[in-house]
């Protein structure tokens, strides 16, 4: 497939595109570049997301859906519930590790109530469904009608959650602030066979129920002679995943800051000093993804000035003596922001040191040795994980083919197959990362064919080349805009002379190889599918790369 981009709305609607956007990692690797002259140039898309092709898109879902479904099928049969034990156990790992952290229940109402029986079944489900991901969780996961076999977590899930979307869920049934933490919490679900979209839809529905009942104005909060605090706490909780389903999911927020009068918490009202902090970092992601919006120009780079450390953000909320697992999980989740914190602009334009970039490089390689296999099983497993090694992936892509440096270079290649690894890892607990894998894999596969790391260098220009570069640009019509962070395709084809130096000291020899020993097709669609990753503005969902013809299907023999 040759994904094609750059096209006006109008024109997608005609032809049946499909929009993938730069917030997603895979999208660095498809090529933005027109080959074809007719298509139109102007403000679009091009320089925050890819258009791919509508019918190979569809042709694509319906071939994974037929994998999956033989895959599921193959493995075994997931029961069709859950057994009391099984809830019982997977009930438990989600007060120790999820509640804490996003207390969406409250945990001693909760457990009086499921004593009495009267938790609604689809209820439990869900919070089975989101502890089923968790190491701790692995002892339940087995179907009780076979005994000893165990089921993979992603195999658990695929069935738990086809359960759940199989009860019917309606107001009728259910209150709403049941069916806000129902749908909450298949929010953070963000798996399977719907992907992204059924969290989105489910983060929508939650929102909307919040609204309905008016808790963002803070009306249940302040009744007299009422506790207010749970109905707060979940507000906020919502308010968190939808921030979430913003800068991973691509989607608009849900609730305008302007239109929230319930007030947030002061350090230790809650009583979840993690629940605190992650309502810290969620208020710094707040602000990164105004850089996104469309209608910024490519100037706006980021957050250029004071970022919160994660230090500060733990200080403020008195959270140093939470568990050491449950510090390094908030971790990760600081780090996302922090690697979103630079907007990036394209893999094939080389970045300038501001310093959200090297904040962007430093939160990479930090999340990098935070998740190391050693000690990723320790990680509480919210969907902010995959998506955050991701983002580092796209990062040290980018890193391979910006950096002009041999060691530095080396390095990007070694911190690329480290995220190879964990996100093999995590395939077996999370169907959303088996894109990134796929796409990770055939990076490797030709990087192993290539003699050295040079070939895959983007060269810097000569100083002459540059000068020439900033004449055109100067030139250009104000109105025309930078097409996807690309450099001035005269300065691209001109190389720079064979051991000349630019202003900063930096060889820009060219390397001499086989051409044919390189893919260079390849690396010139990831370009744009890693850089895509990197932009929270649009939505994308990981089964919208249709060019994998060759989507290599999961197996339990993934270790």
Known sequence: MTPTAALR????????????????PEARFLDRNPTDASYPRGKATDSI?????????????????ARSAESVTAVIAVPSAPSASQISGLVDVYFRKFNPILPL?????????????????????????????DKDAEPFLFDPAVAGVAIPPRDFCHGLYTLIKSRPVSLGQYDRVTLIRLHALLGLYNDGPEGYEGASVAMTMAMHHCQTLGIHLGQQAS???????????????????????????????MMADEDIAIETFVQGESGYPAFEVLLKICEVINRVISFYRPGNPPTVTGWEEHFPAFEEIVEDCAAWDLPSSMLTTLHVAYLSTAILSHRSQGTRKLPNTMPSHVRQTMAATHVIRLMALER??????????????????????????????????????????????????????????DAMCTLGQKVLDELKRAPANAPLRLQKPSKEARIIAGFANACRDNEEPVVNGQRNNDVDQRPSPVGADDTNGVSTEIATFDPGEVNQGIFEGMDDIFGTYLDPNYPMNLDDLSFLDDFEPWSTNIT
């Open 376 to 433: 990723l099983d320790s990680l509480h497993a919210f969907p902010f994980l995959p998506y955050t090694i991701s983002l580092a992936m796209s990062v040290s892509y980018q890193h391979l083919r910006q950096d002009q440096l041999r060691h530095q270079q080396e390095d990007a290649r070694t911190d690329f197959e480290a995220c190879c690894r964990i996100l093999q890892q995590l395939r077996r607990a999370w169907a959303s990362v």
């Open 9 to 24: 709305p109008s024109t997608v609607l005609e032809i049946g595109q499909r929009f993938i956007s730069d917030l997603n």
């Open 49 to 65: 997301g890819v258009w791919v092709d509508k019918d190979e898109y569809e042709a694509y879902i319906k071939l994974r859906e």
């Open 223 to 253: 009744q007299p002679g009422k506790d207010g605090r749970p109905m707060k706490l979940l507000f906020w909780c919502v308010w968190i995943l939808d921030r979430f389903n913003a800068a991973g999911n691509g989607r608009p927020i």
């Open 105 to 133: 229940l409250d945990e001693a109402a909760f457990l009086s109530a499921h004593s009495a029986g009267s938790v609604p079944d689809v209820l439990l489900f869900a919070i089975c469904l989101v502890a089923a991901k």
